[in-house]
């Protein structure tokens, strides 16, 4: 089947919606969001703590602070040009989803409650600061709840349950890559669609699944950020990805930095709060890059807790019954779910968690897609939040910012593509767009081939966390090369069993575990290549950040005549008012 | 430990009816009903069809029949339910159409949802910043913005089994979390969509809804403080 919209959406989380709500607010064009979940059920709402922004309504803030916090969190990798943007913006953005109603909890004077958050400080790193505006611990949750009904509200067109195969990317008559589409699968009926657009923004999400413990949902298997990758096109900055300190142990399921914001302490087993031999200054509110290799630190030294000693604690006993519940009742209702703890009287089990991508589709600040590290573009692509690396977050991501990211970035996509399919035509689509589509699933669904693709998923697990996780050295990466060459080999030998057409879950699920592969591919090439430490990649045999080489962003493209090499580029970093300097807190 | 997992499987593509599948499943006491299903998925029987995402209870994808209540597939915990060698059953929800195994048609579902007018009403031109609000008056509505749209309240309900124009209480959660937001200027509006035949009065208080949440909403009282909402037009 056949569609035409100017501007198609693909993702319904916070900032597919957001530019969803904002290209729709440009009568000119139609728009369409197509998204692989039903809206509400995007991974946006699964964020807990808040969203950064200096509103000062608890104590003195600006805009300044917060860009610095952004770029030293960053670990000085961040384009200042978008966190400068970012830290301006993001104040109004907050103020705008309150004027669409969304439920932020209140300050005694009414106005949007504000708590601490790691590496938000006061005057450039003196002390934290109340930065993290908040509903609860369910602020993703009213945000993706709050957009969604405003997409309802602004009768927004919604393809549900549709899983993207393809972009239709081709070159036009001056050799310029050109955005002409999407292809899709409907999973209810098998069928697949052929969306012909002007302007395409990828909003996406991000890739934790290609690790075993994430605090991801099962639908994050970096699926757009693969096919961009699939078709020659870079991936920037992939080797930095960040694990979250406190998943709850073996689960990974999160538990949000705001329950550090509100004074819970990290402990290892003999019950020392170990954070203030690692950040002496903000101790427990350290950005998370530094609080997950403590962890893993005190762990590997033996202070761990449990018979195996493989986990640390997260201690909030000492906190009033009110705070913790009042204040975090969805991740006190976990602990008590999962693991049978109390937070009020025990302290929680934790352990690190895979959680965010920074890297993904490289973007200029108006998310515009890049085609290289040389500003050339792919017109009409655009892209936001997790799948996107406008370089807000740098090497490493400071808690809240993700949301701040999704309404600031997902908002200027959505204005900009809309902008772009104002003033253009339908460019034409190549003879048969859904060709490479239907070959894929042709082959999935009549091979001969024995392996299976959930083994092959679980096995892309288990060794990118054993060799690409928070350490990381060239033999563990060089290693997981090698395992990854060889799962490559064996997808090609999946078949799915199920040949029915509605709801054929075996071959969208076959169809991710190709889409982990590619991205795990790219992102471990990345990190082996960046001879540093910052942020969020941490290499043992190379332990210091290295700003004369490696002050620069990393551009991964699939050599396409060579299948399992990976050619890598670079591309400036945009410096400004900010200086790099050593980064301790 | 083991158990027994006997799952309704129906596919209209090749089933005449519904049939139960049963698995000897090993697992941890402390598995998630969600982890039995996805084992049998990946390594037994990959023609197994259920919707999942969060697999934490946030995302409201995986709301099945399961031992015979509503709930979440990955908020509830063997242990919860038997002991080693125990059976435990899982089905669809029940009073929408089954697409597949354990996936049912949400579309009627999200209908009624759309009709409460599930979206702040307010024509007044914001202030510079926030709408100032007590935090008593943002308690007032707390309650319905924990709603994942799972659709364990309403397909729990036994007036939407046999009459599926009832709104049921899903909606009227939606409606109640904006009819109580000081902010909002549109209660008149949902009031009297509430008021119809299809709204509030067809519940009979059976609780069946409250018990079926998983995020813990006192669904029934909502309703019942709608239903006064109704009566007396005004909050």
């Known amino acids: ?585 | 430990m083991f158990v027994n997992l006997k799952i309704l499987r129906y596919n209209p593509e090749k089933d005449k009816r519904p049939h139960w599948d049963t698995h000897k499943v090993e697992c941890e006491p402390g598995d998630r009903v969600l982890d039995l299903l996805n084992h049998v998925k990946w390594y037994v029987d990959p023609t197994l069809t259920y919707r999942r995402s969060c697999a934490h209870g946030v995302c409201g994808s995986d709301a099945m029949l399961i031992s015979g209540r509503n709930r979440l597939a990955c908020k509830i915990l063997v242990r919860d339910l038997t002991k080693d060698g125990g059976t435990i059953t899982v089905e669809p929800i029940r009073g929408l159409r089954v697409e597949r195994d354990l996936l049912v048609d949400m579309e009627p579902f999200f209908e009624s949802y759309r009709a409460v007018l599930p979206f702040f009403i307010n024509d007044e031109a914001p202030p510079a910043g926030e709408r100032l609000q007590s935090p008593e008056d943002r308690e007032r509505f707390d309650q319905g913005t924990k709603c994942i749209l799972c659709a364990a309240c309403t397909t729990s309900c036994p007036i939407f089994w046999v009459n599926g124009r009832y709104l049921g209480p899903a909606a009227i959660v939606q409606a109640h979390r904006f009819i109580f937001d000081s902010r909002d200027h549109g209660t008149e509006r949902r009031l009297n969509i509430l008021n119809q035949n299809t709204g509030v009065w067809r519940c009979r208080t059976a609780y069946n809804c409250t018990e079926a949440c998983p995020r813990e909403i006192p669904v029934t009282q909502l309703i019942e403080e709608v239903k006064r909402a109704v009566m007396y037009q005004q909050v």
Request: charged share 25%; hydrophobic share 35%.
């Open chain 1, 1 to 585: 089947m056949h569609h035409r919209y100017d501007v198609l959406v693909v993702g319904a989380g916070g900032s597919g919606l957001m530019s969803a709500l904002y290209a729709s607010k440009n009568k000119n064009v139609s728009v369409a969001v197509l998204s692989k979940l039903y809206p509400t059920r995007s991974h946006t709402g699964a964020a807990q703590g808040g969203v950064g922004a200096a509103l000062g309504n608890v104590s003195e803030d600006h805009w300044e602070w917060h860009m610095f916090d952004t770029v030293k969190g960053g670990d000085y990798l961040t384009d200042q040009d978008a966190a400068e943007v970012f830290a301006k913006d993001v104040i109004d953005a907050v103020y705008e989803l309150e004027h669409m109603g969304l439920p932020f909890s209140r300050l005694p004077d009414g106005k949007i409650a504000q708590r601490k958050f790691g590496g938000h400080t006061k005057e450039f790193g003196k002390a934290p600061v109340e930065r993290a505006c908040y509903a609860v611990d369910r602020t993703g949750h009213m945000i993706l709840q709050t957009l969604y009904q405003q997409s309802v509200k602004s009768g927004v067109t919604f393809f549900n349950e549709y899983q993207v195969l393809d972009l239709i990317i081709e070159d036009d008559a001056l050799g310029e890559k050109v955005c002409r589409g999407v292809v899709a699968l409907e999973i209810s009926t098998g069928e697949i669609h052929t969306f012909h657009a002007k302007s395409v923004v990828l909003a996406a999400g991000g890739y934790g699944r290609a690790f075993k413990v994430t605090s991801n949902a099962l639908s994050l298997t970096g699926d757009l950020m693969s096919i961009y990758y699939r078709k020659g096109l870079p991936l920037e900055d992939l080797e930095f990805y960040q694990f979250h300190p406190t998943g709850i142990a073996k689960l990974g399921i999160l538990i949000t930095e705001g329950a550090r914001g509100e004074g819970g302490i990290l402990r290892n087993d003999s019950g020392e709060r170990f954070m203030e031999r690692y950040a002496p200054t903000i101790k427990d509110l350290a950005p998370r890059d530094m609080v997950s290799r403590a962890i893993y630190m005190e762990l590997r030294e033996g202070r761990g807790a449990g018979k195996d000693k493989d986990y640390l604690l997260l201690d909030l006993t000492h906190l009033p019954r009110e705070i913790v519940e009042g204040r975090l009742p969805d991740i006190t209702d976990f602990a008590r779910t999962y693991l049978g703890v109390d937070p009020v009287k025990q302290p929680v089990p934790i352990q690190p968690t895979a959680h965010y991508a920074m890297g993904g589709i490289p973007t200029s600040i108006d998310g515009e897609a890049l085609a290289d590290g040389n500003g050339n573009l792919v017109r009409g692509l655009y892209a936001a939040g997790e799948v996107a690396c406008v370089s807000l977050h740098g090497a490493n991501r400071l808690g809240t910012n993700s949301l701040g990211d999704l309404i600031v970035f997902g908002k200027r996509a959505g204005i900009a593509a809309a902008k772009y399919a104002e003033g253009a035509h339908f460019e034409e689509l190549p003879a048969r767009p859904d060709a490479f589509a239907k070959g894929e699933i042709e082959r999935l669904k009549s091979g001969t081939g024995t392996e299976n693709a959930a083994r092959i998923r679980k096995e892309l697990q288990e060794t990118m966390m054993d060799n690409v996780s928070i350490f990381r050295t060239d033999e563990t990466m060089s290693r997981q090369v090698e395992v990854l060459k060889e799962l490559q080999a064996r997808y090609k030998n999946v078949s799915v069993h199920d040949t029915t057409a509605r709801y054929n879950t075996e071959l969208t699920e076959a169809l991710e575990v190709g889409y982990l592969l590619d991205v795990a591919e790219a992102m471990t090439a990345s990190a082996l290549n960046r001879k540093e430490s910052r942020g969020a990649h941490a290499r043992e045999d190379y332990p210091d950040r290295d700003d004369e080489s490696w002050l620069k962003h990393t551009m991964a493209y699939r050599d396409l005549s060579r299948p399992g090499n990976v050619l890598i580029g670079y591309k400036p970093v945009v410096l400004g008012r900010f200086e790099p300097k050593p980064r301790v807190y």
